[in-house]
Nanobody, 126 residues
Framework: QVRVQESGGGSVQAGGSLRLSCKIS????????LGWFRQVPGKEREEVAC????????HYVDSVKGRFTISRDNAENMMYLQMNNLKPDDTAMYLC???????????????????WGQGTQVTVSS
């Protein structure tokens, strides 16, 4: 049974930082590309950042480039998202996903085939 569990969300003021963590169990961790996505009510789920199986390749949505950093620790089956200089527009539920395939694009090819967590809420106030 695959389990995906996010943690680390919270409420911060604009300009602050948070570090999200994602623990995944029940699969061969380094067979999967991983990603962070976010969703607000009434809007589609959007990619924030993705990372390939060994961390060598990453991809970020333009709005977070230079502020967020995605990383993974294959020895611990963990993925992280360091978020700096947070803005009110970053307010959302943040979800962790594992996509079938090792490439950085794996979580984007067919999102219905991803393993998803329940999400962790990030709220940024101005």
């Amino acid at each position: 049974q695959v389990r995906v569990q996010e943690s680390g969300g919270g409420s911060v003021q604009a300009g602050g930082s948070l570090r999200l963590s994602c623990k995944i169990s029940g699969l061969t961790f380094d067979d999967y590309g991983l990603g962070w996505f976010r969703q607000v009510p009434g809007k589609e789920r959007e990619e924030v950042a993705c990372i390939n199986w060994n961390g060598a390749n990453t991809h970020y949505v333009d709005s977070v480039k230079g502020r967020f950093t995605i990383s993974r620790d294959n020895a611990e089956n963990m993925m992280y998202l360091q978020m700096n200089n947070l803005k009110p527009d970053d307010t959302a539920m943040y979800l962790c996903a594992a996509g079938p395939g090792a490439a950085v694009t794996a979580p984007l090819v067919d999102m219905a085939k991803n393993y998803w967590g329940q999400g962790t809420q990030v709220t940024v106030s101005s």
